[in-house]
């Protein structure tokens, strides 16, 4: 059974991998209230240590909460068996947010950013 099919079609399942507390706190409780998602968070220690949780928890999308350490794209060429993954990119120190989907995308607000945790 390969990765993509090992993992439920009606839930999208959220990893919130955060190397701050308090923002990835919010951002989990925040999802949580979405019936359609199953939300999980780990402590972002590494790269590998993602990658180790990705494969773990099998999440159909990825939050990062600023982090230098861990580059989105790299992330995707790093999983290119693993099937649909969306990588959202929450900076604090620039106020922005960045979707990657094998490609970058732009949200401007609250309501688009979670346009782009539900996958259709």
């Known amino acids: 059974m390969s990765v993509a099919e090992s993992r439920s079609h009606q839930f999208n399942r959220v990893l919130i991998a955060s190397d701050e507390g308090l ?3 919010g951002l989990q409780r925040l999802l949580s209230e979405e019936p359609s998602l199953v ?3 780990c402590h972002l220690e590494s790269e590998a240590s993602l990658i180790s949780a990705i494969r773990r ?3 159909d999308i990825v939050v990062l909460v600023s982090t230098e350490a861990v580059s989105p794209t790299r992330m ?3 999983l290119p068996d693993y099937g649909r993954l969306r990588i959202i990119l929450v900076s604090l ?3 922005t947010t960045e979707v990657y989907d ?3 995308i732009q ?3 609250e309501s688009a950013f979670l346009d782009q945790i539900i996958i259709k």
């Open 57 to 59: 928890f099998l999440p």
């Open 107 to 109: 949200v401007e607000n």
């Open 39 to 41: 939300v999980m968070n």
């Open 76 to 78: 995707l060429d790093l």
């Open 102 to 104: 094998r490609q970058q």
């Open 23 to 25: 923002m990835g706190a």
């Open 93 to 95: 120190t620039s106020n």
